[in-house]
């Protein structure tokens, strides 16, 4: 009887506080700015990644949902996997010769994510993390999450934060080779158990533009992109991770939406100017504005915090004492369906459930 060499790994999305948006290297997949993100809770949106590695297999094959993807030669899929099968050569089985030679078999992956693909919920980031995961895993690499990190970066960017939990910094690093250019914990999610997130599924389509092929574009034609990335950026990856440390809600709501705003209006300052949001999303920003107006009317300070990804899709971020009166307001303007994708960053089950479909 042969022996089965499978691991299975699953990763959470991250959300974006601070946007990752524009390459400097599209290869190495390096960054024009730093970028900073909350990884949500594995238990509702996430991937789930299966690899098994077999004499028996002709070619490395990858079937995303039940669906066989295409891995291109020298694509970022395969070298995801080519950088993985190199570090089990030079690790494990140059150490043990008599470990098995698994860097030299093909293998088979299998992954699924439980929430829309390629709607603007991250899914490229949960997605490659898992994927990198299950084949550390299966190759039982001796390598640090910050190893890892740097191989699912050249996956997909935002991937690279989906390593680590809580709050999650992709540093953009200045060498050419990419080394540098890797997530850090800015804080764990024990730190600031009470900040939840709200998914709000406008809808679950795929998106007209890929984030890949949109901030190519970006980069190539938007001059307010070079403001952004200069001038922006830096002053608020440090007062977001002040805010954080701080737990200083005002602050990290005003900057996290900020920084939405702009990643979507250099999105707009594109040529041809590229649209993520539309009118669900647009009224769902008015709500919260109002709602925030009003509560610091109040003297109470900001309540919740939008931020929206490539895509349509509302995530609210808010304490969890909040939770219940924003969940009651977003589906009295938006009824028409229950929920049915939640996350709750502290305690499991809290009923952060929403999910407001046009
Ligand atoms: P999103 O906003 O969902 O991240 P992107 O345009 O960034 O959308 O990326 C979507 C692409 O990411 C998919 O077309 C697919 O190529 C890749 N992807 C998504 N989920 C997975 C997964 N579980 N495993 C491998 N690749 C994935
Ligand atoms: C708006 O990481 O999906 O979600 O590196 O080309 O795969 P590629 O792009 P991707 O871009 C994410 C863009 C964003 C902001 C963010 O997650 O920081
Ligand atoms: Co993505």
Redesign the pocket.
Known sequence: MSTVYQATASAPVNIAVIKYWGKRDTKLILPTNSSLSVTLDQDHLR?T?TSRADPSFVKDT?W?NGKE?EIKPGGRLATCISELKRLRQATVENEDPSAPKLSTYKVHIA?Y?NFP????????????A??VASLAQLYALPVSPSTLSIIARQG?G?ACRSLYGGFVAWQEGVLPDGSDSLAVQVAPQSHWPEIHALICVVSDDK?GT???SGMQLTVETSTLLQHRIKAVVPQRMKDISKAILEKDFDTFARITMADSNQFHAVALDTEPPIFYMNDVSRAIIAVIVEYNRLSLANGQGYKAAYTY???PNAVIYAEEKNIKEIIQLIVSFFPQREGTFKDNLGVFAQGAEVNAQA
């Open positions: 991937s990644t990858l995303l993807d992954s994510n693909t390629a709607a603007g919920l991250a899914s490229s980031a949960s997605g490659f898992a994927l997909s935002s998106k890929s984030s890949t990804d490539a895509g």
